[in-house]
T-cell receptor
Framework: GAVVSQHPSWVICKSGTSVKIECRSL??????MFWYRQFPKQSLMLMAT?????????EQGVEKDKFLINHASLTLSTLTVTSAHPEDSSFYIC????????????FGNGTRLTVT | AQTVTQSQPEMSVQEAETVTLSCTYD???????LFWYKQPPSRQMILVIR??????QNATENRFSVNFQKAAKSFSLKISDSQLGDAAMYFC??????????????FGTGTLLAVQP
């Protein structure tokens, strides 16, 4: 089945630094990838939609300058948390879909970010 | 805007028994997809079952089945013969059928299911 690889699975960084999270579709081409954020015991909140070769579409309330998304190829999207602060600590999950309209989304394993 | 509501924050079921998780949604669309995802402690999102809105027949996947009531905008999940491995957070989700940005999933708030041995 379709596999989405997300890396790293966990990361600890100091306040003020930036961290990059990668999301790769391993066996299919993903023209669209989605980035979600999940706080403990809460639901997944969509942050942005990443479109290959174009600018990402951000959900209302998400700072595009803080959460930089790049989708440079059909198999890779990256989320960079810039100038991270402790309140950015969260679980980030990416998902991707292949070209078939009826296919479900495939999720990465998530990245736990801790900002100290 | 589309919304998904799960009114049961937590549920508990005895092993081998049956449990039903509720989900309602709001949309003005006539064609869409509905999903149930399971998130165990590993936090990996696992697709449990899906339903296309144009299909009248309720979807089933082994011990998992749904009761899809389109007019009532209700989409409940029934787990039969519950197993310890079914313990997880369950999310109901809504998705447009079209491609691109509108293909995003909108999740409910989740129901934490505990399975008692």
């Amino acid at each position: 089945g379709a596999v989405v690889s997300q890396h790293p699975s966990w990361v600890i960084c100091k306040s003020g630094t930036s961290v990059k999270i990668e999301c790769r579709s391993l066996d299919f081409q993903a023209t669209t990838m989605f980035w979600y954020r999940q706080f403990p015991k809460q639901s997944l909140m969509l942050m942005a939609t990443s479109n290959e070769g174009s600018k990402a579409t951000y959900e209302q309330g998400v700072e595009k300058d803080k959460f930089l998304i790049n989708h440079a190829s059909l198999t890779l999207s990256t989320l960079t948390v810039t100038s991270a602060h402790p309140e950015d600590s969260s679980f980030y999950i990416c998902s991707a879909r292949d070209s078939l309209g009826s296919s479900p989304l495939h999720f990465g394993n998530g990245t736990r970010l801790t900002v100290t | 805007a589309q919304t998904v509501t799960q009114s049961q924050p937590e549920m508990s079921v005895q092993e081998a028994e049956t449990v039903t998780l509720s989900c309602t949604y709001d949309t003005s669309e006539s064609d869409y997809y509905l999903f149930w995802y399971k998130q165990p402690p590993s936090r990996q999102m696992i697709l449990v079952i899906r339903q296309e809105a144009y299909k009248q027949q309720n979807a089933t996947e082994n011990r998992f089945s749904v009761n899809f009531q389109k007019a009532a905008k209700s989409f409940s999940l029934k787990i039969s013969d519950s197993q310890l491995g079914d313990a997880a957070m369950y999310f109901c989700a809504y998705r447009f059928p079209y491609g691109g940005a509108t293909n995003k999933l909108i999740f409910g708030t989740g129901t934490l299911l505990a399975v008692q041995p």
